[in-house]
């Protein structure tokens, strides 16, 4: 069993709808858990991170945790083509080095 | 603020060649980690640095090595590189718990 699970997509919605994407985990000990985008062929760039269960609301992005159901998803809300990229999840267990990601879910958003 | 470089961009190498990525940052963080992405394998932590001085392996670590400089640098060593080494490689840095990244180094090893 992978550690951090994600379907790979492609997901795809139309531009202005809710693109939901998800993300389980095995740890049960995890702590921190964060949200990279990924544009094809550039780095992944930081687009939120949770700590506590429940939601965290940044702009159109709304990052959702449910640690009892080891669950962690990323809504963006009024979804635009330019939000078209690969989301990575992340998950930190404890410790600087216990950072596992994700394959990612590749999103793509239809003008 | 440059934020996470890293050089060179693209690079070829032959089987058995030897190479060193370069990574440095100025945001004053502790932490710096080198990852190779493959498709379909996601991110794996080669071998991080959790401050300057200190350096441990990570998920992949065979057939690398690395020099944590100072604080800013942390460099990657292939010293006889594999055709399965060809890879994305990204170093991040990180003050807490969350990393950013470079803009990475594409490496083939033919």
């Known amino acids: 069993q992978k550690e951090v699970e994600q379907n790979s997509g492609p997901l795809s919605v139309p531009e202005g709808a809710i693109a939901s994407l998800n993300c389980t985990y095995s740890?049960?000990?995890?702590?921190?858990f964060f949200w990279y985008r990924q544009y094809s062929g550039k780095s992944p760039e930081l687009i939120m991170f949770?700590?506590?269960?429940g939601d965290k609301e940044d702009g159109r992005f709304t990052a959702q945790l449910n640690k009892a159901s080891q669950y962690v998803s990323l809504l963006i809300r009024d979804s635009q083509p330019s939000d078209s990229a690969t989301y990575l999840c992340?998950?930190?267990?404890?410790?600087?080095?216990?950072?596992?990601f994700g394959t990612g879910t590749k999103l793509q958003v239809i003008p | 603020n440059a934020g996470v470089t890293q050089t060179p961009k693209f690079q070829v190498l032959k089987t058995g060649q030897s190479m060193t990525l370069q990574c440095a940052q100025d945001?004053?963080?502790?932490?710096m980690y080198w990852y190779r992405q493959d498709p379909g394998m996601g991110l794996r932590l080669i071998y991080y640095?959790?401050?300057?001085?200190?350096?441990d392996k990570g998920e992949v670590p065979n057939g690398y090595n690395v020099s944590r400089l100072n604080k800013r640098e942390f460099s990657l060593r292939l010293e006889s590189a594999a055709p399965s080494q060809t890879s994305v490689y990204f170093c991040?840095?990180?003050?807490?718990?969350?990393?950013?990244f470079g803009p990475g180094t594409r490496l083939t090893v033919t």
């Open positions: 991040a840095s990180s003050g807490g718990l969350e990393q950013y």
């Open positions: 740890d049960r000990g995890s702590q921190s």
């Open positions: 949770i700590y506590s269960n």
């Open positions: 992340a998950v930190n267990s404890g410790g600087y080095q216990k950072v596992t």
């Open positions: 945001m004053n963080h502790n932490s």
């Open positions: 640095s959790a401050s300057e001085g200190t350096t």
